[in-house]
């Protein structure tokens, strides 16, 4: 039967994480779909900027996106494992009989019923982490789509970001383009040690201005978003730039011998 | 006899402030300064004044003559575009900033400061933009202070306050010439020479948000590093109130450079 | 099979000499690569006809590398390839006559060639130079301070530097030596010794006189057209 599980946890618990290494350990057919999460006084959700998703589909080759519902992909089949992921910042309550409302009412939009819940911090089949108690969370994303930065600027705005320099910061996430093609899923959590800088897989050609998804999520306190917006542009190459960056890597590629 | 050497105060005038009262409070008359007296922070021409109130040999650095030459006489490599944007932007404000009076004053400064043994410089005896570091090769760096003629070489532009002695050295060659002679063997005994960081009153880079200076005493020889708490806030303040970016007053006030490189890996190697 | 170099300076723009050169090379077993160190032009004579053979080598020739030296730099400055520069020879008592010279020897039709060659080529861990790394126009010789030569070895981190403007053929080997470094900060203090490493400073030769030399064995011959020399040989080949 169809495995449909829904996992819910405050913002940079590791949902996303378990989700990867838990549909790698599965191998099999499987899809994911991330919601809207739970609305909360005081609390702004990061925007569902399609950061995870994409990074699980360069993962997971065969992932399916459940993100657009079609009557086709709900096709039950014995042996789809289908991981629904939304964000909420407090735990189910005991008594509670089914999930959150808000996420209740986008399961219903999408045709679909769980067989399974899972809350971080509640569920101990998911991974303990420290999550810290708030009162106060503000948000902000930035699409970037088409931009490409300079890798050590990046290093350098990254590291003042994460270290409060735009400031309190508790939860950030991005996919930034790369002059030579590639793409990194960038991913920090206050209760972490270290940022996680991830390559994705596709790489494209150093052709111009990719065209894939590319977002800057982040939550935190008193932040500063004309800081980070300045300091962002001072670190996105120009068209100029980045065409005498991407030229020699073009002949570079040109080059090369084909292999058997 | 004791006197005091400081460096790249970089406009930062309660910094400079502080050091000179500690310097004040030793009862020590003869300070030199080793330039960079203006770039990123919010106080140039009220620095450069003070220098010039308190009589206090200068030599040129970095900044200074960049300040004169313009951008495009600049030596300066930055560790990303974005440390280059904002040292350009700091660049433009203080040339903008500074009074022609000021910038006068910096045009005449010295590349180099001599007394008896002791040379003072900015960057290097070749070059205002040459880094001494402490691990650099040590027969380059005892090069540097034997090639100017100086026992005591005092040095800035790193911002990280050290003492380096070179001792015991020697080096042995054999020469061969065209013929056939057979080859000479000859010995060259190094003399001891000494290089001296003053690190820097204005932009710490040694971990600390202190300012540091060094006092050196010319007859038994003795260097000590001196390190000054200043009021922070208050130049962090002056950053904002200036127009500067305010990134700037984040930067200082955790002890980072202000165009710092990154700390973090940049995303240049493959994947691992 | 690494085949062995010669290294030939001062040619002053003597087409008769650079041939006689080529001749010599060919006499000898395996040199496949020849370096011109610079001064491949002069006040002396008009430089043309060998610049020509230079950029375009007759069928035969070993094929020539170049680098610039102190004559090109004077005439690249002299024509603003450097920015507001003077010429250094402007500072001699004759120095406008020389540098007049100097223009009328070389077509404008070679300054962009000129001006496109290198300070310097790094190979198999040896720099071919025409100066010193510091500066293109101070000689570098087997009577200069040894800390010097370790520096300007150290500024190109290789183990042979080959240099060109004394005019002088020499081998100095550095063979031993030390120093000791105490270095205090704020927060340690720390001691270590270095040690002098094992590196050579070749002078080639100016002229007629010339250098070859075995990267493989690095043996060294001191050479020079009007006749082999005896016992010259340098190094363990």
Excluded at chain 1, 138 to 153: K, M, T
Excluded at chain 2, 193 to 206: D, F, K, L, T, Y
Aim: proline fraction near 5%.
């Amino acid at each position: 039967m169809q495995q449909i599980w829904l996992i819910t946890g405050p913002p940079g618990c590791g949902k996303t994480n378990w989700i990867r290494e838990t549909l790698l350990n599965h191998g099999g057919s499987c899809a994911y779909l991330r919601l809207d999460g739970t609305s909360h006084d005081g609390l702004e959700l990061g925007h569902n900027a399609g950061i995870d998703r994409s990074w699980l589909m360069d993962q997971i080759p065969q992932l399916e996106d459940w993100s657009e519902p079609t009557s086709d992909s709900q096709l039950s089949s014995s042996d789809r494992f289908v991981l629904i992921e939304a964000q909420q910042f407090s735990a189910p309550k005991p008594s509670a009989d089914g999930p959150d409302p808000e996420i209740k009412q986008q399961l219903d939009r999408f045709n679909l019923t769980h067989n399974r819940m899972l809350h971080f911090g509640v569920d101990p089949e998911l991974p303990k982490q420290d999550t810290l108690d708030f009162t106060r969370l503000e948000a902000w994303h930035l699409d970037l789509q088409g931009c490409v930065w300079d890798p050590n600027s990046l290093s350098s705005f990254w590291f003042e970001l994460v270290n409060g320099a735009y400031g309190d910061m508790y939860r950030a996430k991005a996919l930034m383009n790369m002059p030579d093609g590639r793409s990194f899923f960038c991913n920090w959590m206050v209760s972490q040690s270290g940022s996680q800088f991830l390559p994705l897989q596709s790489v494209v050609p150093p052709t111009g201005r990719p065209r894939r998804r590319s977002h800057l999520v982040i939550q935190g306190k008193d932040l500063i978003p004309s800081g980070i917006e300045s300091t962002i542009n001072d670190c996105l190459l120009s068209d100029d730039v980045l065409e005498l960056q991407q030229a020699p890597l073009r002949d570079q590629q040109s080059n090369l011998q084909p292999t058997f | 006899m004791a006197h005091a050497v400081i460096s790249c105060l970089h406009a930062n005038l309660a910094a400079f402030e502080a050091v000179l009262d500690d310097i004040d409070q030793q009862g020590i008359k003869t300070i030199t300064c080793l330039g960079d007296l203006v770039g990123y922070g919010p106080q140039p021409n009220e620095v450069v004044e003070l220098v010039r109130q308190r009589a206090i040999p200068t030599c040129q650095g970095c900044w200074d003559e960049d300040i004169i030459d313009g951008l495009n006489a600049c030596e300066c490599s930055y560790p990303s575009q974005l440390a280059e944007r904002r040292g350009h932007q700091a660049h433009h404000w203080t040339a903008n900033c500074l009074t022609d009076d000021n910038k006068a004053f910096l045009a005449q400064l010295p590349t180099t400061l001599r007394r008896d043994k002791l040379l003072f410089v900015h960057g290097s005896p070749n070059s205002q933009h040459e880094y001494l570091l402490p691990d650099m090769n040590a027969f380059a760096a005892l090069e540097r202070v034997e090639t100017a003629g100086a026992e005591t070489l005092f040095c800035g532009h790193t911002h990280q306050p050290y003492v380096r002695e070179l001792s015991g050295g020697s080096i042995r060659v054999s020469v061969q010439q065209s013929g056939s002679e057979p080859a000479r063997e000859q010995e060259m005994t190094l003399p001891m020479c000494r290089i001296v960081n003053a690190g820097s009153v204005g932009e710490p880079r040694h971990g600390s948000t202190k300012a540091t200076y060094v006092v050196h005493d010319d007859v038994s020889g003795e260097v000590s590093i001196r390190e000054v708490n200043y009021d922070v806030a208050k130049t962090c303040q002056a950053i904002v109130e200036a127009g500067l970016p305010e990134v700037f007053a984040w930067r200082l006030s955790h002890g980072f450079e202000y165009a710092g490189a990154p700390k973090m890996p940049a995303m240049c190697a493959s994947d691992d | 099979m690494i085949e062995r170099w010669a290294l030939v300076s001062g040619l002053c723009g003597d087409l008769d000499l650079y041939e006689r050169i080529q001749s010599d090379l060919k006499k000898q077993r395996d040199i496949a690569d020849l370096f011109v160190l610079g001064d491949l032009i002069g006040p002396d004579r008009n430089c043309d006809a060998l610049l020509m053979r230079l950029r375009q080598p007759k069928r035969g020739d070993l094929q020539p590398n170049c680098i610039y030296g102190w004559w090109e730099e004077q005439l690249l400055v002299d024509y603003g390839y450097r920015g507001d520069q003077k010429p250094d020879v402007c500072n001699d008592p004759d120095g406008a006559t020389t540098m007049r010279h100097l223009r009328e020897a070389v077509s404008q039709e070679h300054l962009n060639w000129l001006s496109s060659l290198q300070f310097g080529f790094i190979e198999l861990d040896c720099g071919l130079i025409h100066g010193s790394s510091a500066d293109v126009g101070v000689p570098l010789q087997e009577t200069t301070s040894p800390l010097i030569l370790l520096d300007r070895l150290t500024r190109l981190d290789v183990n042979r530097l080959f240099t060109a403007r004394s005019g002088r053929q020499f081998r100095l080997q550095l063979t031993g030596g030390q120093i000791q470094s105490k270095v205090k900060d704020h927060a340690r203090e720390g001691q270590s010794n270095q040690a002098v490493p094992k590196r050579s400073v070749i002078g080639i030769g100016s002229g007629a006189n010339y250098t070859v030399y075995n990267p493989a064995s690095d043996h060294i011959k001191f050479l020079s057209v009007a006749g082999r020399s005896g016992r010259s040989n340098l190094g363990f080949g």
